[in-house]
C-alpha cells in the first residue's frame, strides 16, 4: 500500500495533470472538457497548495454562464473529437460565452467557493467579490427555472451528475426515443461497457438533448409538455447547502442577503417534500407523473450536507454500510437495481462520500463521520483515485486518475487534509 505521503503527492500529481491551463479536465481521454461540479472539487483540492489557482477554477466555470444566470454542465473550451456528444450535438451556438452544453449541473460552487475563501480569507475577499454575484444569478436561475413546490427538479438525467441512476427509471420509460437516429459512442473506447450506462438510456439523453436543440434552449419552450422533469435530492441538497454558504459569503462582504434567505426557506420547503414516507428515506419524485422513485441513492444522504437532520437516515446509513462495506453505494444494496459496477447504480462515488462526511460532522454526528472518512481513506489507498469504486470488494472502477478523487483526498480523507 503507499504510504499517505506518496498519495497526498500523487494526488496533487493528478490535478496539476488535469490541468488545462486554468480549468481542469475530470480525467484525460474520458472526459476531455470542463465539467461544473468536477471543476469545483478541483478547486477545493487546489486551495490545499495553490490557493490562486483555486479561484482560477471557480473563475473559469463561471466564464461559461449564460445570460440568463444558466452554468453549463460542460464547457467545451478546445474541441476533442474523442468525446460524444460535443459542441456540433448541443447546438448551443451564441447561447453563452463559450461553447457549452445546454444543461446544469448540482450546484456545489459557492460551496466550494467558501471552504477555498475559508483556507486564505485575505486572497477571498479580493477574488469573491466578483464572482458574488454571478453565483446568486445562478441560484436565482435554478429557483425560477428548476424549482417545483420549492424542490429543484432536473430535466435531463445529467443535471442531476448521477446520469444512470434507477431514480429517473421511471421518467426515462415514459419516454420514446423515436426519430434518434444513430450516433456513436465514444465513452465505450474509454471504459467497459458494463460499467457505463445501457444503450436505452443513451438514446433517451440524445433524445433530450436534441429536443432542447430544437428549441432554442428556450427556458419557456421548453418548460412545455415536459417530457423528463424529476425532483432530484442531489439538486435540492446541494442548492440549499450552497445557498447557506452563499449568504455567509454575502456578510462577509458586507451585502445584503436578505433574497438568499428567502432561497432558503423556499429550499428548505422543497427538501422537506422530497421525504418518502413508506421508504423512510428522501427520494426524488417524477414532477409530470408524480410518481416517487422508490431509491434510497447516495444522494438522500446529502440531507446533512444541507443542515438537515433526520433520525431515520442514520438508520438507513447504517444498514447500507452493514449491507456493502466500502460504503456508501450509491443505490441501496438491498434494492432490486443494485449493480456493483453499473455507474450510479452501485458503485461508490468518493465525492459525494465527502459531503455525506462534512454534512455528518457539521450535524454533530462524529463517530458516524469519521468512520466514512476512514472508509474512504481505505478505498483510496487500496484502489487509487479511480472514477468510483465497487461497494462490495472495494475494487477501482471507470476512469483512473480523476480529479475529484483527488482534490477530496487533499481536502478531506487524507489525514494530512486541513479539513476546512
Ligand atoms: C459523469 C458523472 C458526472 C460527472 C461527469 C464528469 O457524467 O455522472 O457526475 O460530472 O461524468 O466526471
Redesign the pocket.
Same mark, same amino acid.
Given at each position: 500500500m503507499p504510504s499517505i505521503e506518496a498519495l497526498d503527492a500523487e494526488a496533487e500529481a493528478i490535478l496539476r495533470g488535469n490541468d488545462r491551463g486554468g480549468y481542469t479536465v475530470?480525467?484525460d481521454g474520458l472526459?476531455p472538457y470542463q465539467?461544473?461540479?468536477?471543476s469545483m472539487f478541483a478547486a477545493w483540492g487546489f486551495a490545499a497548495f495553490d490557493i490562486e489557482r483555486a479561484w482560477d477554477e471557480i473563475d473559469s466555470l463561471f466564464s461559461g454562464q449564460w445570460p440568463n444566470g444558466m452554468v453549463p454542465?460542460i464547457l467545451f473550451h478546445r474541441p476533442d473529437p474523442s468525446y460524444f456528444p460535443g459542441p456540433d450535438v448541443w447546438g448551443t451556438d451564441g447561447m453563452g460565452p463559450i461553447a457549452s452544453s445546454g444543461i446544469s449541473?448540482p450546484p456545489v460552487a459557492a460551496s466550494f467557493a467558501k471552504k477555498v475563501f475559508d483556507q486564505n480569507p485575505k486572497v477571498g475577499r479580493a477574488r469573491l467579490p466578483a464572482l458574488l454575484p454571478k453565483m446568486k444569478a445562478w441560484h436565482r436561475w435554478f429557483l425560477e427555472a428548476r424549482a417545483h413546490d420549492g424542490a429543484i427538479c432536473i430535466t435531463h438525467p445529467?443535471e442531476?451528475?448521477?446520469?444512470n441512476a434507477p431514480d429517473w427509471d421511471g421518467a426515462m420509460a415514459a419516454i420514446d426515443p423515436e426519430g434518434v437516429g444513430s450516433y456513436e459512442r465514444r465513452d465505450l473506447t474509454h471504459v467497459d461497457a458494463a460499467m457505463r450506462p445501457t444503450k436505452a438510456d443513451y438514446d433517451r439523453y440524445i433524445w433530450l438533448v436534441q429536443r432542447g436543440r430544437r428549441l432554442g434552449w428556450d427556458e419557456s419552450a421548453l418548460a412545455e409538455n415536459r417530457p423528463f422533469m424529476v425532483a432530484d435530492p442531489t439538486m435540492t441538497f446541494t442548492l440549499l447547502r450552497s445557498n447557506r454558504d452563499l449568504a455567509e459569503l454575502a456578510d462577509m462582504l458586507g451585502e445584503d442577503r436578505s433574497e438568499i434567505d428567502a432561497w432558503t426557506q423556499a429550499l428548505e420547503h422543497g427538501a422537506a417534500t422530497l421525504w418518502n414516507e413508506s421508504l423512510g428515506s428522501y427520494d426524488s419524485r417524477d414532477a409530470v407523473s408524480g410518481e416517487w422513485s422508490g431509491a434510497i441513492s447516495n444522494a438522500s444522504f446529502l440531507c446533512w450536507w444541507a443542515g438537515i437532520d433526520k433520525p431515520a437516515m442514520l438508520q438507513q446509513l447504517d444498514r447500507i454500510c452493514t449491507a456493502a462495506p466500502f460504503a456508501v453505494a450509491s443505490y441501496d444494496p438491498g434494492g432490486p437495481k443494485f449493480d456493483a459496477k453499473r455507474? @450510479?447504480r452501485g458503485p461508490v462515488w468518493g465525492m459525494i462520500n465527502s459531503l455525506i462526511g462534512i454534512g455528518l460532522e457539521d450535524c454533530g454526528h462524529i463517530d458516524a463521520a469519521n468512520r466514512l472518512c476512514e472508509t474512504t481513506r481505505g478505498l483510496i489507498e487500496k484502489s487509487g483515485f479511480a472514477?468510483y469504486f465497487d461497494p462490495i470488494d472495494g475494487s477501482p472502477a471507470g476512469?483512473s486518475r480523476?480529479? @475529484?478523487t483527488a482534490a477530496i483526498w487533499l481536502g478531506w480523507a487524507s489525514p494530512n487534509a486541513r479539513r476546512i
Open positions: 475530470p480525467t472526459y465539467w461544473n461540479w468536477d454542465h449541473q445529467w442531476s451528475g448521477r446520469d455507474y @450510479w472514477e476512469g480523476f480529479t @475529484w
